[in-house]
């Protein structure tokens, strides 16, 4: 459904399209019923915008539109992780997974197996999953060791891809 003119009812509701950058800022929620505010490319960082997984070419979940109601707010929906088509994580999640991951090779404090054990627990941190409390209790733990600028770095990478539950408990 892309417009009102489309509905089967007067009253049905829908979910427009997301157009989303690869670095993950939302350029427009509203993709179909607001076109004119689509952009070829982000006005934040210059990165291409997709309205689709780059794997699968499912539609992002965009704003949910009600028959007759406007949001004077604003949609405030977070950016989704991963694909509801395949799974697969968006490319703005991989991006902030490969960048922690590499940011991890050179905080020197860290041994291999600390490095292996938080590559482990970065896809529980991003998705709420039975081992997202486990994982976020030891990426706390390694932040401690890395030091105060390491952990802001980390924080500054991941924040935006972390599932709430993993923020309540390593930045509550």
């Not at 070829?40 to 539109?65: D, P």
């Not at 733990?141 to 990478?157: D, P, Q, S, Y």
Request: net charge negative.
């Amino acid at each position: 459904m892309n417009n009102w003119d489309d509905a089967d009812e007067p009253w049905e509701s829908w979910y427009d399209v997301g157009q989303i950058c690869t670095n993950g800022h939302v350029v427009n929620w509203a993709s179909k019923r607001w076109p004119q505010h689509n952009q070829a490319r982000c006005s934040l960082c210059g990165a291409e915008t997709t309205t689709v997984c780059v794997f699968c070419k499912h539609e992002i979940r965009g704003e949910y539109h009600v028959y007759n109601l406007s949001r004077l707010d604003g949609w405030t929906e977070p950016v989704p992780a991963y694909c509801r088509g395949c799974g697969a994580p968006h490319q703005w999640t991989k991006a902030r997974l490969d960048a922690a991951l590499e940011l991890a090779t050179e905080v020197i404090s860290f041994t291999p197996e600390e490095r292996a054990e938080l590559a482990k627990s970065l896809p529980d941190l991003v998705a709420d999953t039975p081992k997202t409390t486990l994982a976020a209790g030891r990426f706390k733990r390694l932040m401690i060791k890395a030091g105060a600028e390491a952990a802001a770095a980390f924080r500054r990478i991941l924040v935006d891809v972390v599932s709430e539950a993993a923020k309540k408990t390593i930045w509550p």
